[in-house]
């Protein structure tokens, strides 16, 4: 017995490609079943970026987006980025909001020991379109009880 496809909803995102972004691959999913859409360095021609070991830069990507209302683009680390060469988001996930028209950027930063080079058009960063839910808070004098209450970090187990 097969289970019911569930439906996914498809959307439709403004892109403009800026000047120092022309050439470049706009964002794509590499695979069918990919979650999130690879995200490009847009350096100049040139020498690469050089990230030494702890060291952070903010990579243009060349893009800006128009998302629609109520929706958000996570950006997230490259898997293979992070394990093969240390290199990860430092503000993992960064949103992008639909009312945000500027330069998409991604903070990396270099957690290895070793320097690594980014070059024009490397694939840095995935991003994640994601549906926003809004919440409206309700102040009220205590929370209700649970068995697990307010302990926290580790109070589950390892």
Known sequence: MTSPTPTNPSITIQLEQLPHGIGL????????????????????EGPPVILGPLMRSLIPTGIAIELPENY???????????????????????TIDSDYRGEIKVILINLSDHPVEINRGDRIAQMVI?????????????????????????????
């Open 25 to 44: 691959e706009l964002p794509s999913y590499e695979t069918e079943g990919a979650a999130g859409m690879d995200l490009r360095a847009a350096l100049p």
């Open 72 to 94: 958000e683009a996570q950006i997230r680390p490259r898997s293979g980025l992070a394990l093969k060469q240390g290199i990860t988001v430092l503000n993992t996930p960064g």
């Open 130 to 158: 994601a549906p926003v839910t809004k919440a409206t808070i309700n102040q009220v004098e205590s929370l209700s009880l649970t068995r697990r209450g307010a302990k926290g970090f580790g109070s589950t187990g390892n």
